[in-house]
Nanobody, 135 residues
Framework: RPRVVQSGGGSVQAGGSLRLSCEVS???????????VGWFRQSPGKDREGIAA??????????DAVKGRFIISQDSRNNAELIVTLQMDSVVPDDSGLYAC???????????????????????WGQGTQVTVDT
């Protein structure tokens, strides 16, 4: 079973920056040779949403809410071990929420973000970290 450990998060003033990291180890493909890592967030009163993803061929995807402000990147030692970073710039209060990363077979595509956002049993998840943007 893969291990997924998050770091980063906390409080930041609106307009500031924050960085989240997601360290994945022990990943093995189950037959589908594409692997994606995504960042998801859940704000009070809202459904969990996928906001960014990156896959093993380097394709990235962002939702409109974060496009142009957040950057997802990965540092792969090999396909079984990698660190995925979410650089959050120009944050706004609506960026506040519980952020979690997840890894699963798939690709950086809308269908993959939506699938993991609604199906909690899919993928392997980090422990979650709170982000609070103060006005």
């Amino acid at each position: 079973r893969p291990r997924v450990v998050q770091s980063g998060g906390g409080s930041v003033q609106a307009g500031g920056s924050l960085r989240l990291s997601c360290e994945v180890s022990g990943w093995t493909h189950s037959g589908f040779n594409r692997r994606a890592v995504g960042w998801f967030r859940q704000s009070p009163g809202k459904d969990r949403e996928g906001i960014a993803a990156i896959d093993n061929i380097g394709t990235t995807l962002y939702t409109d809410a974060v496009k142009g402000r957040f950057i997802i990147s990965q540092d792969s030692r090999n396909n079984a071990e990698l660190i995925v970073t979410l650089q959050m710039d120009s944050v706004v209060p609506d960026d506040s929420g519980l952020y979690a990363c997840a890894v699963d077979d798939g690709e950086a595509a809308d269908w993959w973000l939506q699938l993991l956002a609604v199906n909690r049993r899919r993928g392997y998840w980090g422990q979650g970290t709170q982000v609070t943007v103060d006005t």
